[in-house]
T-cell receptor
Framework: DAKTTQPTSMDCAEGRAANLPCNHSTISGNEYVYWYRQIHSQGPQYIIH???NNETNEMASLIITEDRKSSTLILPHATLRDTAVYYC??????????????FGQGTRLTINP | SAVISQKPSRDICQRGTSLTIQCQVDSQVTMMFWYRQQPGQSLTLIAT?????????ESGFVIDKFPISRPNLTFSTLTVSNMSPEDSSIYLC???????????FGNGTRLTVT
């Protein structure tokens, strides 16, 4: 499985943009980058995913570098409710593995008032 | 997105007993998975629940310990057998509706084994 590397923790001020980096230097050409977050005591929540192009939805933006070796999740106006662990995941290879997601340790993002 | 309901939401069980966790989805889904999250840890995939056939287990997980059923496209169960305190975790059901669609999770079952 392609491995991802994320900072263990980050802080951001409320109202500012939170930029969460992720390195995935071994990503294969057909593998997607997914972002999830987990708020305490809840199941992980899907945020966004992309292959090559930048993506935006109502929750966040995903910027993928041209060589696809890294990406950044952007929460444009962070609120206290965005405090969570954020997981960057690259989909595993293989027929069966292509369907599953392997979670790393993630980044614990704390939004400060 | 699919709505996933897990039962029970939490339980406290004695060592040596077994617990069956149910996962019900409000629509037919192609893939169902079971994950475990040990205290303070990230998620670990236990197995893929296959409709009408035996589940596909990840390394370190075996059918005798974690038997899984998936009788149809909307329902699955995970049993944690012969429990020990090391099995205390959150167990999460997740589903995918298509090969490149996002994975959606239930809120999990918080299991404590005493």
């Amino acid at each position: 499985d392609a491995k991802t590397t994320q900072p263990t923790s980050m802080d951001c001020a409320e109202g500012r943009a939170a930029n969460l980096p992720c390195n995935h230097s071994t990503i294969s050409g057909n593998e997607y980058v997914y972002w999830y977050r987990q708020i305490h005591s809840q199941g992980p929540q899907y945020i966004i995913h992309g292959l090559k192009n930048n993506e935006t939805n109502e929750m966040a933006s995903l910027i993928i570098t041209e060589d696809r070796k890294s990406s950044t999740l952007i929460l444009p106006h962070a609120t206290l409710r965005d405090t969570a662990v954020y997981y960057c995941i690259v989909r595993g290879p293989g027929a069966q593995g292509a369907q599953k997601l392997v979670f790393g340790q993630g980044t614990r993002l704390t939004i400060n008032p | 997105s699919a709505v996933i309901s897990q039962k029970p939401s939490r339980d406290i069980c004695q060592r040596g007993t077994s617990l069956t966790i149910q996962c019900q989805v409000d629509s037919q889904v192609t893939m169902m998975f079971w994950y475990r999250q040990q205290p303070g840890q990230s998620l670990t995939l236990i197995a893929t629940a296959n409709q009408g056939s035996e589940a596909t287990y990840e390394s370190g997980f075996v059918i005798d310990k974690f038997p899984i059923s998936r009788p149809n496209l909307t329902f699955s169960t995970l049993t944690v057998s012969n429990m020990s305190p090391e099995d205390s975790s959150i167990y999460l059901c997740s589903v995918r509706t298509g090969p490149n669609s996002p994975l959606h999770f239930g809120n999990g079952t918080r299991l404590t084994v005493t």
